[in-house]
């Protein structure tokens, strides 16, 4: 299986990019909202007692099972940040290495200011989604959102790029 690990800042255009990968190329989409709003049901609040754990073994397990029956092509989104969440990658690439997984680390960097424009986007507002500028602008002053260090992985600055460009890229990289 072949797994596309969308990742980056809030807003950066990972679920777009995604939704437009599995209408139009076909891939399956696992996005970050499913594992952790399936978490948040049993849980009282975001990041509690073992949340992180759990969220983890929800996306483990949904990796597992995708390739058990026989997905190909499955794109994921998770926003992370290779600097501080170097320990929880790791552990991801060394679980896509034991369980047969081809990973490409796809990284979105739009500018600071498209994060900020599109954390209002109204389907941010109907989400659990960041949607505030403000929080929006304190995150991206503590959080560098680099890319994930691995030989298949690539950065693709989208500022100015469609969706449909960004998948094309990433098809093409893919093979």
């Known amino acids: 299986m072949k797994l596309i690990w969308l990742h980056g800042a809030p807003a950066a255009g990972k679920l777009t990019v995604a939704k437009y990968l599995n209408e139009y ?53 998770y926003m992370t940040c290779y600097e501080s969440d170097a320990a929880e990658i790791n552990k991801y690439l060394k679980f896509f290495e034991q369980n047969g997984i081809d990973i490409y680390p796809i990284h979105l960097s739009p500018s600071h200011e498209a994060l900020l424009q599109r954390s209002i986007s109204e389907e941010r507002l109907l989400s659990h989604k960041l949607s505030c500028p403000e929080k929006m602008f304190s995150l991206l002053n503590e959080m560098k959102f680099i890319g994930i260090k691995h030989s298949n992985a690539i950065s693709l600055d989208n500022t100015n790029m469609s969706p449909a460009e960004v998948a094309r890229k990433i098809v093409a990289h893919v093979g």
């Not at 499913?34 to 007692?49: H, Q, R, T």
């Not at 058990?68 to 794109?75: K, Q």
């Open 25 to 77: 190329f076909e891939y399956k989409l696992f996005h970050n909202h499913l594992a952790v709003d399936l978490s948040l049901s049993i849980y009282n609040e975001f990041g509690e007692k073992d949340f992180f754990n759990f969220t983890n073994e929800i996306r483990r397990t949904v990796l597992v099972k995708a390739k058990e029956i026989g997905v190909t092509h499955l794109a994921m989104t």
